[in-house]
């Protein structure tokens, strides 16, 4: 690889210093989750141990300054994704952003709304829970079927919910194009950029809602982000009454605040929020530009390697598709991956996962079996790799002479 980010990085991820048995670890399951940088768990120590206090709530110094340190990251975010500030809404995770938007639309058995083959149950099952879906149907090699989603749009959906990135194939939609498609059908769009967010540019100007997770992006758990155009986001039904989200109450009614106040219910994930700014800063002080080559040579190495071993049969496409580094591979003759991936764990220090990648439907379509899934970030290169498909030979004739 050309890319030698991973060479100047890793020394700020303190997790990957663990080893196994005298092994470094490889950690390629990043799109689980991602490893946070020492920046990024210094801002969460940083609240609780000089700030933290509640927000919103009293007038004392603690409180203010944690205020103002959560609404500047408010900011950081719009300007992240280039919503308004009033249009960022601080939620759990990407799940709890897209519920939001599925059940707080108003939505009727009788709407149509389209949702990829390839989504997340996180973008379909809410979806499904709240209106009629239809799919947008993926290709032989598990590309989004344009041709077909032209046809699905006469249907007139109300929404359209689209996934950046695929967590299986590692697939990028392309979402410009096709935001723009639903939008010239009168639709709401729906991004879930969980898997791209911290990788390359999201939004767009046909991008009415868009969901992601912080802790995929070098960020902690527990803090997600929804942003949505302000007059879609005042349609959304509160999902949580509650302190937070109302100007004043007697015993008979209440005054509901203005968004994104009115969607963030009781105490939120301050410290969270904290580490979600920093993540941003790490991220942007390396910029997308560096982040997207580095991920397109781990990605087309990853491919590479896979398509060398023909018991391993790749989900997704084998040509220069746009795709993140991420490889998801069902193994010929072998049905217990779980296995694999714990030999690989303690074994080789190598961390990968394995099941359907709560994408079912799409897995099942190109395999009867789970599938082992490899994926990478900024902290990665090409020696992991190489330490990964060594070692899948070395276990996989160790399982074939077994038998
Ligand atoms: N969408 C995609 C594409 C994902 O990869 C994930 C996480 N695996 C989610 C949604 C859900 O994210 P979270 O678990 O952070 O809510």
Redesign the pocket.
């Known amino acids: 690889m050309k890319s030698d980010l991973a060479k100047r990085v890793r020394g700020d991820f303190p997790l990957l210093r663990t080893s196994i048995d005298g092994r470094r670890i490889v950690y390629l399951d990043s799109?689980?989750t991602s490893l946070k940088p020492q920046p990024v768990i210094d801002a969460i120590c940083r609240y609780y141990t000089e700030v933290g206090a509640n927000i919103h709530r009293g007038k004392h110094f603690l409180s203010e300054q944690a205020s103002d340190d959560y609404e500047e990251a408010r900011t950081r975010v719009a300007r992240f994704t280039g919503f308004l500030s009033s249009e960022v809404v601080f939620t759990a995770?990407?799940?709890?952003s897209?519920n939001m938007v599925a059940s707080g639309l108003g939505l009727t058995g009788d709407d149509v709304v389209l949702v990829p083959f390839d989504a997340?149950h996180?973008?379909m099952l809410p979806w499904r829970r709240a209106a009629g879906v239809r799919y947008i149907p993926v290709s032989d090699t598990g590309v989004a079927d344009l041709d077909a989603y032209a046809a699905l749009l006469r249907a007139r959906p109300a929404v359209v919910v689209l996934?950046h990135?695929?967590?299986v194939s590692g697939v990028y939609a392309p979402v410009e194009r096709m935001a723009a498609m639903a939008k010239e059908a009168g639709a709401v769009t729906v991004v879930?950029a969980?898997?791209s967010a911290g990788h390359r540019r999201v939004g767009g100007e046909n991008v009415d809602f868009l969901a992601f997770?912080a802790?995929?992006m070098l960020g902690p758990t527990g803090v997600?982000v929804l942003c949505g155009r302000h007059e879609l986001l005042r349609r959304l039904a509160p999902p949580f009454l509650g302190g937070g989200v109302v100007d004043w109450v007697d015993t008979e009614r209440y005054d509901v605040r203005k968004v994104p106040h009115a969607l963030e219910a009781g105490t939120p994930p301050i410290a969270g929020v904290y580490g979600l700014a920093a993540a941003i800063d790490y991220l942007q002080a390396i910029g997308f530009d560096e982040l997207g080559e580095h991920d397109r040579e781990l990605a087309g190495a990853m491919v590479e390697e896979t398509l060398a071993r023909p018991r391993l049969r790749l989900l997704g496409p084998a040509d220069g598709t746009d795709r993140a580094a991420i490889a998801s591979f069902a193994i010929d003759g072998v049905h217990n991956l779980k296995e694999i991936a714990k030999i690989l764990s303690d074994s080789y220090g190598v961390l990968c996962r394995t099941g359907h990648?709560?994408a079912q439907p799409f897995v099942d379509r190109f395999t009867d079996d789970e599938v082992l899934r490899v994926s990478g970030y900024l902290y990665n290169d090409r020696e992991d790799l190489d330490v990964l498909f060594s070692a899948l030979d070395s276990v996989l004739d160790f399982v074939r002479g077994r038998r």
Request: one cysteine or more; charged letters at 10%; a neutral charge.
């Open positions: 799109a689980a995770n990407t799940t709890a897209l997340h996180s973008a996934t990135c695929s967590n879930d969980a898997q997770s802790h995929k997600g990648m709560c």
